[in-house]
């Protein structure tokens, strides 16, 4: 695990920033009088202020994509792709991608972009704001290899944001699951939503029934619980925390950034 980690972030303790782009065009709240040029000015001063301030990596995100689909627009993918590619001069530190909720599309935009991992809900099924969530794990697997995405690295959250299980199963069992039967790479645990700590019993769960492989705290992290996470967890990825009075939708701080990782690297 520690190898994973170390030839991944080149940190044991690894700090994933997130990169929310602003609405895309075909979602509800796009801004058609500012068009795309803003959303790349959006996410270059992110991308800036987060590399100026020293995180090990970043993930992009169509988190202003409210409310979320399980199924990625064209314009979504695209749009997403046009940016990253537009931008990838300036990235400095690996880099993955998410969208929300669609794992399939997500695997296919990492791959256009050379994008490093790819965090989604990859299995389980739930009952959710966008419906009923179920997305296929063994497909998105053998979609990855159709398009020989092998090296790119799957995080699998498996507490469902925005949602809750139609399983019984514990999350021992769901943990347990996901890496020996399918194959996570890393593993995530979230809140109920952005911006939302996670259990730090769940980090402990997580991390005792799977060792060998690296947990995240995927959603809620501050500098007010960043110490007692990261004696848990072997990572973070961190986006409120790091905004302008920590809301979510606000600009990336550069000073919330360096202080967040001047506390990282004392912890480390």
């Known amino acids: 695990m520690a ?44 991308l800036d202020n987060l590399q ?22 064209p314009a979504t993918i695209a749009t997403m792709a046009y940016v990253i590619g537009r ?23 990492a791959k256009a972009v050379g994008a490093k991992f790819v965090r989604e ?13 179920n997305p296929r794990c063994g497909e998105i697997w053998r979609y990855k290899r159709l398009i020989e995405a092998n090296d790119l690295k799957l995080f699998y959250n498996i507490t469902g944001e925005l949602a809750g ?14 890496v020996l039967s399918s194959l996570a790479d890393a593993l995530c645990i979230s809140g109920i939503t952005a911006g939302v700590a996670p259990d730090l019993a769940n980090l402990e769960l997580a991390k005792r029934v799977v060792p060998d492989t690296p947990i995240f705290a995927n959603t809620g992290v501050n500098m007010e619980n960043l110490a007692s996470v990261l004696s848990i967890a ?35």
């Open 234 to 268: 072997d990572g973070v990825i961190v986006g409120s925390g790091l905004k302008v009075d920590g809301n979510t939708w606000n600009p990336v701080d550069q000073d919330r950034v360096k202080e967040f990782m001047t506390q990282v690297k004392k912890l480390r």
């Open 165 to 178: 299980s139609l399983s019984n199963r514990s999350l021992e069992n769901t943990a347990k699951s996901a």
């Open 121 to 133: 809900i990859f299995t389980g099924a739930y009952e959710s704001d966008m419906g009923i969530w």
């Open 52 to 73: 100026a301030g020293g995180v090990d990596a970043v993930m992009f995100c169509n988190e202003g994509d409210r409310p979320y689909v399980l199924d990625a627009p």
């Open 3 to 46: 190898n994973f980690l170390r030839k991944a972030f080149g940190f044991d303790k690894a700090i994933i920033a997130m990169i929310h782009f602003p609405p895309l065009p075909g979602s509800p709240l796009y801004d058609d009088l500012s068009g795309i040029q803003s959303i790349i000015d959006w996410v270059q001063r992110d």
């Open 87 to 109: 931008l990838k001069d300036s990235i400095q530190v690996p880099f993955g991608v998410d969208i929300l909720w669609d794992p399939k599309s997500a695997v296919a935009l």
